[in-house]
């Protein structure tokens, strides 16, 4: 039987979670994208970005002044939030890659994320955490789509906001109402 050394453990260990990383393409605010390719190479905003694996569930990525924190729910959800330059956050939004124009029109489906997208949105500009934030369902609008919500701000009170987003689920505006 081979004994390993717990560094040699700890780079299989690595490397298979590197090897299991997927491809996913996540628009944070502030212009911030994340594209990771199948096995684990990372991009911010289209250069190339270190990829540090902190466990199975947990990665980072960094470049530039940015950090992206990526971390899986047991049902396979991630959820992906952003710290940036000069003390931006907030959570990220998974985009769809680019779709060819030969395929067919389907039927319009809701994109993902914009709930938490929002949320991460209204705890930036409203200054709290995103734990204090409430969102409803997201409404179709002529525009896109709408969602609102309220912030606990503590002793300030509740404060009302909505969230536009266009068709293709990209926040257009942010506004207190």
Known sequence: MKTLTLSTFALLIVGSAQAAISTMNYACPTGIELHIEQGGRAYL???????KIVNENYFE???NGVSVEVGSNPDGSRIVSYTGKHGANGM???VDAPKSTAQPAAKKTMPKNMGSYCSGE????????PKYIQ??????TSAGYAIKGSADLGQQGKKSFQCDFDPSGQLQRFQVL
């Open 45 to 51: 905003n289209g250069k190339d970005a270190k990829l």
């Open 92 to 94: 990220c939004s998974e």
């Open 135 to 140: 969102t409803e369902k997201a409404s179709v």
């Open 61 to 63: 990525v960094r470049g």
């Open 122 to 129: 209204a705890a930036g500009q409203l200054n709290t955490k």
